[in-house]
């Protein structure tokens, strides 16, 4: 077929959206956001965060401003992941879904912020079925968090600015979907220079043992950021 002789109005009745996983780590959880839908014919069920992109949009920038909006936050990992185009995707029509995630450090204030928004915070293993096809692109997100775990030091947008080592080696074992050796994680995690001690410790009274906090070394985050390594657990 001709390309100049294709009826716009016929042929090129097609919507543009993106969904973000947003990706968010507390009280050793690696957790999902996800909230309720608003509109028909799916209202019951959930998603992820959401928008429709308008033809002269850019999606990252449209991403980046429904997580501004909802979350009032500007600093994030971001990370676009790929197209979801089956043509039933969406019952209101022909929907494109150019999806991203992104890794949050959750506080309270982020935590209140979503409940007004009637979403939750859901284990990153504990995932209901949610509308069209959200679950197929967390899917998709967690093999690319497995992946950039395994060559970069992301984790460092998801922990709090001070952690213990067993918040980081839960973070990584949630991330790689397996347990870790504590001894071998802890000599690779050091043979990284990646952190170092703040020569602050957890607080007794909330925990049952104190613990060294860590912080992660900036200089060497940036250039690990750069250039990737391999964490071969």
């Given at each position: 077929m001709?390309?100049?002789n294709?009826?716009?109005?016929?042929?090129f009745k097609?919507?543009?959206?993106?969904?973000?996983?947003?990706?968010?780590?507390e009280?050793?959880?690696l957790?999902?956001?996800?909230h309720q839908?608003?509109i028909?014919p799916?209202?019951t069920?959930?998603i992820?965060?959401?928008v429709?992109?308008?033809?002269d949009k850019?999606?990252?920038q449209?991403?980046r401003?429904l997580?501004?909006?909802?979350l009032q936050i500007?600093?994030?990992?971001?990370?676009q992941?790929?197209?979801?185009a089956h043509?039933?995707?969406?019952?209101l029509?022909?929907?494109?879904?150019?999806?991203?995630?992104?890794l949050?450090?959750?506080?309270?204030?982020?935590?209140?912020?979503?409940?007004?928004l009637?979403?939750?915070w859901i284990p990153y293993?504990?995932?209901p079925?949610?509308?069209?096809?959200?679950n197929?692109i967390i899917d998709?997100?967690?093999?690319?968090?497995?992946r950039?775990?395994k060559?970069r030091?992301?984790?460092?947008?998801l922990l709090?600015q001070?952690?213990t080592l067993?918040?980081l080696?839960?973070?990584?074992?949630?991330?790689?979907g397996k347990?870790?050796?504590k001894r071998?994680?802890?000599?690779?995690?050091?043979?990284s220079?990646?952190?170092?001690?703040t020569?602050n410790q957890t607080?007794?009274?909330q925990?049952?043992?104190?613990?060294?906090l860590?912080?992660?070394d900036?200089?060497?985050y940036?250039?690990?950021?750069l250039k990737g390594?391999?964490?071969l657990?």
């Amino acid at each position: 077929m001709d390309i100049e002789n294709i009826d716009p109005e016929k042929y090129f009745k097609v919507a543009l959206a993106s969904s973000v996983v947003l990706f968010g780590f507390e009280q050793n959880q690696l957790l999902i956001y996800i909230h309720q839908q608003q509109i028909q014919p799916q209202k019951t069920l959930y998603i992820l965060p959401s928008v429709y992109v308008l033809p002269d949009k850019n999606n990252e920038q449209a991403i980046r401003k429904l997580i501004r909006d909802h979350l009032q936050i500007d600093q994030i990992y971001l990370e676009q992941l790929k197209a979801f185009a089956h043509v039933y995707r969406n019952p209101l029509g022909r929907v494109v879904n150019v999806a991203f995630y992104a890794l949050i450090k959750l506080d309270e204030n982020i935590k209140i912020r979503t409940k007004k928004l009637n979403g939750h915070w859901i284990p990153y293993d504990e995932i209901p079925d949610l509308a069209y096809d959200h679950n197929e692109i967390i899917d998709y997100a967690k093999e690319r968090l497995k992946r950039r775990f395994k060559r970069r030091p992301v984790g460092f947008s998801l922990l709090p600015q001070e952690f213990t080592l067993t918040e980081l080696q839960t973070l990584y074992e949630a991330a790689l979907g397996k347990e870790m050796d504590k001894r071998n994680f802890r000599k690779k995690i050091f043979k990284s220079e990646l952190i170092v001690e703040t020569g602050n410790q957890t607080d007794p009274e909330q925990t049952r043992k104190t613990a060294k906090l860590y912080k992660f070394d900036q200089d060497k985050y940036q250039k690990m950021t750069l250039k990737g390594y391999d964490f071969l657990f």
